[in-house]
């Protein structure tokens, strides 16, 4: 016996040595790449044959770097900080639109409901092409310079170039204030069955959702219809929050697991406001990251029934992480998983500009 307990105690000490070797070796490898790109700079601030921007290479080079990983791990900078958390934390004035820049292309990706854009007629999918006369296709524009474009004062007009399809069209978009809510629509739908339009995954969802449903079971509603079609996610924590008042007692909701990140648990309580009646989900190609957390849980716990086309396919958790400017990089830490441990991350192998055309190609092959 005390062999045994010998033979353990020298395992566990091999066991720690190693580890703590390995991580000495990934510490040696940052700080010698670290140096290797300091010397880098240093050579081309000393004797390249022009002047150079210096911080526009190390951004370059952060962009890069980051494109290499995955389609989610994302460089922001300093002046994006403060604008990239409108969509899920307050309101603006602007036209009412969420977009991506693809490549040189700026793209909408949906419109807001209500907003100026959706009463002009623009719609999911429109390529815009040029603002107040000014092309815009073919260059590469940030961020930033896309919202300094389409914000403005209130009652303003932009002039906006769309291409839809392969027609040219031509919209004059008064600008407004935008407000950003989680819930767009609660109503009931007969005697006993409610709807909730959920749109984004922010700061106020939780509690704009409990309003909503006690609004609902105060007049009769027994089962839940839950729109999560064209919902792209948000924040991870009003996932787990609506997928809670979804299940009853303590079952997962939903996990996380990376190299560096180990593996993390979210367990629904026995307090949630829907424990009982149907629920249906509502999901299409355009539902990801936190929707796909509440459409998972609620499929693999068999509390109701999924309705609608697949889902996007977004299973990396992101953490953002500040750098020395006042920038930021928005990295992948996890992969997250459903409770019977489905990943639902689709492959991203073939770089960005395939990752992004596959949800067009899946409608268009049907």
């Known amino acids: ?70 389609p989610h791990s994302v460089y922001i900078t300093k002046e994006e900080v403060d604008e990239m958390n409108e969509p899920l934390e307050g309101g603006f004035f602007g036209i009412g639109i969420q977009f991506t820049i693809l490549r040189d292309t700026l793209a909408v990706v949906a419109i807001v409901p209500g907003g100026p854009s959706e009463k002009a007629g623009l719609m999911a999918g429109d390529r815009i092409v040029s603002v107040d006369g000014e092309n ?12 300094k474009r389409l914000k403005g004062e209130e009652g303003m007009i932009v002039k906006v170039g769309v291409l839809r399809g392969h027609e040219n069209m031509d919209f004059r978009i008064i600008r407004g204030k935008i407000p950003i809510y989680s819930i767009d629509a609660t109503y009931m739908l007969d005697k006993t069955t409610g709807y909730i339009k959920l749109s984004r995954f922010a700061a106020t969802t939780i509690d704009e959702f409990e309003e909503a449903v006690k609004k609902l079971q105060a007049q009769g509603m027994k089962d839940l219809i839950l729109d999560l079609q064209t919902n792209g996610g948000g924040y991870m924590g009003a ?32 307090i949630g406001l829907l424990q009982g009646g149907r629920v249906v989900v509502l999901i299409d190609g355009n539902s990801a990251s936190a929707s796909e957390i509440v459409s998972g849980a609620v499929q693999d716990w068999d509390r109701g029934v999924l309705v609608g086309r697949r889902s996007f396919g977004k299973g990396l958790v992101q953490r953002q992480f500040p750098l020395t400017d006042g920038s930021m990089v928005r990295l992948t830490i996890a992969h997250y998983y459903t409770p019977s441990g489905r990943c639902i991350q689709k492959p991203y192998s073939k770089g960005e500009e395939d990752y992004e055309a596959e949800l067009y190609n899946r409608y268009r092959s049907g």
Do not use: C, W
């Not at 016996?1 to 991580?23: E, P, Q, S, V, Y």
């Not at 040696?28 to 290797?36: A, P």
């Open 136 to 147: 815009i296709a073919g260059k590469k524009l940030s961020n930033t310079e896309v919202r």
């Open 239 to 270: 996932a787990i929050g609506i997928a809670d008042h979804l299940l009853d007692g303590r079952k997962m909701i939903v996990y996380t697991d990376g190299v560096n990140s180990g593996r993390r648990e979210e367990y629904s309580t026995p």
């Open 1 to 70: 016996m005390k062999r045994l307990f010998i033979l353990t105690g020298l395992l566990l000490l091999t066991g720690a040595l190693f580890n703590r070797t390995i991580a000495q070796n990934r510490e040696n490898q940052v700080r010698e790449q670290s140096i290797k790109y300091q010397r880098l700079m240093a050579y081309i601030d000393a004797f390249y044959v022009d002047t150079v921007n210096l911080q526009k290479l190390t951004e370059d080079a952060i962009i890069k770097a980051l494109s290499d990983l995955d």
